[in-house]
């Protein structure tokens, strides 16, 4: 028979989460859990005409987010990001930095393209950015 192990957690998602928007989660290869939260109310949607929307990629004003990561139940890191300029979409380790990404990358000429990967290190300092590309999930 198969024996079912559930984690035990000291600190739920519910708690974190509270009045923010949940905007995606992540699993690194350790098998930590990323979390990512705005904090303001989004604005990913801009409106041409009275029948189509569509995605942006920068919000009318920065954006506030919080990053949560939990390994093995325990809460490892709670990170406040301010005045982030994209809109964010997926996050995920890269190296002991986190790698905050918007999914779309608007080109408009070869000098003038979104670089739509934001690097952070783990004290909420942006260290870079370059591209990832257009479209990204």
């Keep these: 028979m198969k024996k079912v192990l559930l984690p035990t957690l000291s600190y739920t998602l519910k708690e974190a989460?509270?009045?923010?928007?949940?905007?995606?989660?992540?699993?690194g290869p350790g098998g930590e859990v990323y979390v990512l939260l705005a904090l303001d109310t989004l604005d990913y949607r801009t409106k041409d005409n009275a029948f189509a929307s569509f995605a942006k990629t920068v919000p009318d004003s920065p954006q506030r987010y919080r990053i949560l990561v939990f390994r093995q139940g325990e809460l490892e890191l709670d990170l406040a990001i301010h005045g982030e300029r994209f809109?964010?979409?997926?996050?995920q380790p890269l190296g002991n930095d986190?790698?905050?990404?918007c999914s779309r990358s608007e080109y408009r000429r070869e000098d003038?393209?979104?670089?739509?990967?934001?690097?952070?290190?783990?004290?909420?300092?942006?260290?870079?950015?370059?591209?990832?590309?257009?479209?990204?999930s």
């Design 87 to 91: 809109n964010i979409h997926t996050i």
């Design 112 to 136: 003038d393209v979104d670089l739509n990967a934001r690097v952070y290190s783990r004290d909420g300092i942006f260290l870079r950015e370059f591209l990832l590309g257009d479209g990204r």
């Design 17 to 27: 989460i509270g009045k923010h928007t949940l905007i995606t989660f992540n699993v």
């Design 98 to 101: 986190l790698l905050l990404a």
